[in-house]
């Protein structure tokens, strides 16, 4: 049974984040639900402009701002197509303020955007890659149908 309370949430901004622990615990529920996986422990680390685009640079090699981050730390090996159920454990560092702006962009609500971020990363530390046309088409389908599910 898929614990979804294995996530720690820091906020390094001052910036308010209003989405509900028991909200992003709904999530990662139907997150593990859907992809057959546990999550071992994940930590959410809320980070400004500065701070995401020098982890961006650092470990990716690109220069830019974006919204989220992901890193893995279990084995490449093990990816979402084995037959043993993956346990995920991993970092995201999401930009708050960049979020918020996307949330403007799209016009969505700000814990709508947070939470799909949330999946996006998510995704991300089980396999997924947003590379390509067809693997963002993917995500965005596969954030879409959690997103859907969830009443903020």
């Known amino acids: 049974m898929p614990n979804p309370n294995n996530f720690q949430l820091f906020n390094t901004t001052k910036l308010d984040f ?4 028991s909200t992003i ?20 680390v809320l980070v400004d402009e500065e701070e995401i685009r020098r ?8 220069d830019y701002v974006t919204d989220v981050i992901s890193f893995h730390y279990h084995d490449s090996n093990e990816t979402k197509y084995t037959l043993i159920t993956p346990a995920l454990e991993g970092t995201m560092y999401c930009c708050l303020p960049r979020i918020i702006e996307q949330s403007t962009e799209l016009d969505v609500d700000v814990s709508t955007e947070c939470l799909r971020i949330v999946v996006h990363g998510l995704l991300h530390i089980l396999g997924y890659e947003d590379s390509t046309l067809k693997q963002k088409e993917t995500m965005t389908k596969e ?3 959690i997103i859907q599910q969830i009443t903020i």
């Open 143 to 145: 954030e879409e149908a």
């Open 18 to 21: 209003t989405v509900a622990e």
């Open 55 to 62: 982890i961006n640079r650092e470990y990716l090699q690109k």
């Open 25 to 44: 615990n709904k999530v990662i529920k139907l997150f593990t639900q859907r992809h057959s996986c546990t999550i071992e422990f994940v930590e959410i």
